[in-house]
């Protein structure tokens, strides 16, 4: 059975940098995008980036270009989140997931519902 377990998150001053892991595990299955959301209290899932898996082509939330980056380690079958600057609006529960098939436009993978598999979450925290 496919898991995917992140991992990375806690408590943090605004400004400092935190990165998020999640690793698929439970046997291999093919994946052809991973992507984070997140959810803060009261709100909506929202969409924070994407990464295609084999070419590793990127995908970000305008809100988020430029503090933070998605990146893949192929061999280790983990996606990383890194969030810099990080400020008390970045509060919520970050998830990961994955989508098995392959995306015609890469702009469809903000959309949550295209997903196959999802992690059940990491807390990070952000005090002003």
């Known amino acids: 059975q496919v898991q995917l377990i992140e991992s990375g998150g806690g408590l943090v001053q605004a400004g400092v940098s935190l990165r998020l892991s999640c690793a698929a595990s439970?046997?291999?299955?093919?994946?052809?995008?991973m992507g984070w959301f997140r959810q803060a209290p009261g709100k909506e899932r929202e969409f924070v980036a994407a990464?295609?898996?084999?070419?590793?082509?990127?995908l970000y939330a305008d809100s988020l270009k430029g503090r933070f980056t998605i990146s893949r380690d192929n061999a280790k079958n983990t996606v990383y989140l890194q969030m810099d600057s990080l400020k008390p609006e970045d509060t919520a529960v970050y998830s990961c997931a994955a989508r098995k098939a392959y995306v015609t436009f890469i702009s469809s993978l903000t959309n949550g519902g295209l997903y196959d598999y999802w992690g059940r979450g990491t807390q990070v925290t952000v005090s002003s």
């Open positions: 990464i295609t898996w084999t070419s590793g082509r990127t």
């Open positions: 439970g046997g291999t299955f093919s994946k052809n995008a």
